[in-house]
């Protein structure tokens, strides 16, 4: 019995996946601020941030759309995002986006390495929101949301 192509490659990505997820044992937790443009006055609740970043929600309610950036993954920054708002381990993230592309073509929001990158995105493209490092100056954005110890704080 022969594999289909796209299925080959999916079984071979999970396999990739975890083997990198392995190598990386769990991190400690990182604080960090949750960020979106100085002038994104819309009001929010905990369980938006979770469908905003699994893009289960696409828009604001004004109609801008939502992007999301994330860290990459490994980092103790995704890690610590990762459990405190989806409430998914390394493993279970990574087979979550590749379900959604297998299935759906929807693809995990975008990586951006380090804090200033995600600052300058977010001030300078309507609807995006990104996390940063809680010790990242955010003078520039709105912080709508902090995480310590995994938990999730509203301002």
Request: charged share 20%; proline share 5%.
């Amino acid at each position: 019995m022969s594999l289909a192509p796209h299925r080959y490659v999916a079984i071979l990505g999970v396999l990739l996946v975890s083997a990198a997820v392995r190598a990386n044992p769990a991190a400690s937790s990182a604080d960090l601020k949750i960020i979106v443009s100085a002038d994104n006055k819309l009001t929010l609740e905990p369980g938006d941030l979770e469908n905003y970043f699994l893009t289960k929600v696409r828009h604001w309610s004004d109609g801008t759309s939502i992007v999301a950036l994330n860290a990459p993954r490994g980092t103790d920054l995704r890690q610590s995002f990762d459990q405190a708002i989806l409430k998914l381990t390394p493993d279970e993230s990574a087979r979550y986006w590749l379900d959604q592309r297998i299935r759906s073509g929807v693809t995990s929001p975008r990586e951006v390495t380090g804090d200033a990158l995600s600052i300058k995105l977010v001030v300078h493209l309507k609807g995006t929101i990104a996390y940063v490092s809680a010790s990242t100056n955010t003078d520039s954005v709105r912080v709508i949301a902090r995480i310590h110890d995994d938990k999730v704080l509203m301002p």
